[in-house]
């Protein structure tokens, strides 16, 4: 076993670290405030190739693995969570199952300007009355000549209104359940597509989440992906991958809420000493290492493992149960250490406390996390 990167993967750590210093943290928090996407700082990443890290070079990537796109995640996610989700929901709930079930010609026209970063992808599977109870989806694909007509309302989309791509899932036949389930490519210029409203949120406020709304919608026949009755299957194993970005994005939150609680320790006396040096103190921060060191280890193994083409889901659901609780505990010491500073927006622990909080439920709350884990712990 070997517990350290590879030169390539520290190579990229150092740059996106770079990067996201220099481009991304000084406008972190205006942009919160504001509750702006920046595009340009998507096409600053892309030309780092940042928005094609795991898929070959002939499909507009650069040919690396999960592990350095993980790595990436996580920096990114230091100093913005926002940003760290962008790159995340684009690269694993648009880009993978293109990249997975996507025909030659579907990669080629697809694929390939999102892993450019010409184009961003997001995902559709929520919907008001289906959130965990994925399966339960309403919004319905009819076949009609060479179109399929998609027709309901998905919610809580990342990166809804920035997007160019979706990939939704529809029921094509409902009275088949799971096995009814179809997943489309649906462009945003579709006739009958439309963006509705866009949710002001607790946290990573910088990252657009809007409905997307189908109203006799026209997919081509061309833009099913994968086999009819496929979607559901699609959809789950899309999240198996999503959910250890999610992890990847918890781990940068806590460490960068850590390091700016270590900071300030040293910095800050109270009773003629440096409060990193009292015990109340110096054992939180003790504490918030070690859930961070444990939440890196379980998400890098997750994604070495898919790198590596070996089962990853159990890994990836425990890697996103164990880092989003680890990260919502150190964000929220963080703010502690910080005392009445950390309430107030002069410091960006508050923030992190904010944005910690998310992944905890998107890309499945934690409570699924344990019921996909528990089955396959049961199983083996
Ligand atoms: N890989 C492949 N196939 C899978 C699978 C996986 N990981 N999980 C389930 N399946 C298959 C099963 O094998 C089964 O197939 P058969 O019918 O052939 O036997 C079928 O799918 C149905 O599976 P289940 O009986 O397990 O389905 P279920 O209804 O009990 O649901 C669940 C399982 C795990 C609870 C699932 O519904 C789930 O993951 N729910 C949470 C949904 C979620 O994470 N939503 C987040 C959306 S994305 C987001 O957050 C927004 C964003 O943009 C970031």
């Avoid at 989806?137 to 179109?147: D, L, S």
């Avoid at 989309?157 to 359940?177: M, R, S, W």
């Avoid at 940068?252 to 390091?259: K, L, P």
């Amino acid at each position: 076993m070997i517990f350290t990167l590879s030169e390539e993967h520290q190579m990229i750590q150092k740059m996106v670290r770079d990067f996201a210093k220099h481009e991304v943290e000084p406008t972190a928090k205006e942009r919160d405030e504001e509750e702006r996407f920046d595009r340009d700082l998507f096409t600053k990443m892309a030309e780092l190739g940042l928005t094609g890290i795991p898929w070959p070079e002939e499909y507009g990537g650069i040919g690396s693995d999960y592990l350095t796109y993980v790595v990436a995640v996580e920096e990114l996610s230091k100093v913005c969570a926002s940003t760290g989700v962008t790159l995340s929901a684009h690269t694993s709930l648009a880009c993978w199952p293109v990249y997975t079930f996507g025909t030659e010609e579907q990669k080629q026209e697809y694929l390939k300007p999102m892993a450019r970063g010409e184009k961003i992808g997001a995902y559709g599977l929520t919907e008001p009355g289906s959130g965990s109870d994925a399966g339960g989806m309403k919004t319905t694909a009819v076949k009609n000549g060479n179109e399929y007509i998609l027709n309901g309302t998905k919610i809580f989309i990342t990166n809804g209104g920035i997007a160019d791509y979706y990939i939704v899932f529809a029921a094509l036949e409902p009275d088949k359940k799971h096995k009814g389930t179809t997943a489309f490519i649906v462009e945003k210029d579709f006739a009958g597509f439309s963006v509705g409203k866009k949710e002001k949120k607790l946290g990573i406020r910088s990252s657009p989440t809007t409905e997307i709304i189908f109203e006799d919608c026209r997919v081509p026949l061309k833009n099913r992906l994968g086999e009819e009755g496929e979607g559901f299957k699609i959809a789950m194993m899309t999240l198996d991958g999503g959910r250890n970005g999610i992890a990847a994005q918890a781990v940068g939150i806590a460490q960068g809420a850590f390091e700016a609680a270590t900071a300030y320790a040293k910095e800050r006396k109270q009773f003629g000493r440096p409060i990193a040096e009292q015990q109340g103190i110096s054992f939180k921060l003790a504490d918030m290492a070690t859930a961070i060191e444990a939440s890196r280890l379980l998400t890098y193994q997750a994604a070495w493992l898919e790198s590596e083409g070996l089962p990853y889901g159990k890994a990836s659901a425990m890697s996103k149960l164990y880092a989003g609780d680890a990260a919502m505990k150190v964000t929220t010491e963080a703010v502690q250490i910080f005392g009445g500073y950390g309430y107030t927006k002069d410091y960006p622990v508050e923030r992190y406390m904010r944005d910690a909080k998310i992944t905890q439920i998107y890309e499945g709350t934690q409570e699924i996390q344990r019921i996909v884990i528990s089955r396959m712990v049961m199983q083996s």
